[in-house]
């Protein structure tokens, strides 16, 4: 914990799997959400296309631009 405050980083813990704990990670899973069902639904895809339209719709969040 010393060598991590010296470089200006804070440690806290948070529980397993509870991604609720980190806001940052909650709101990019709505997003990729969101927008693979957007995907779906204006192409007229049924379901099944979930996983490929995950992929697309990561794919496309890694691409846009951010800042910095």
């Not at 990670?25 to 099944?48: K, Q």
């Amino acid at each position: 914990r010393h060598l991590l405050s010296t470089h200006g980083t804070i440690f806290r813990l948070t529980c397993p799997y509870t991604s609720q704990q980190n806001g940052r990670a909650e709101r990019i899973l709505c997003t990729l959400n969101e927008s693979v069902r957007a995907l779906l639904f204006h192409a007229h895809m049924p379901p099944r296309f979930w996983p490929d339209a995950l992929a697309t719709a990561t794919l496309l969040l890694n691409l846009r631009p951010c800042k910095p």
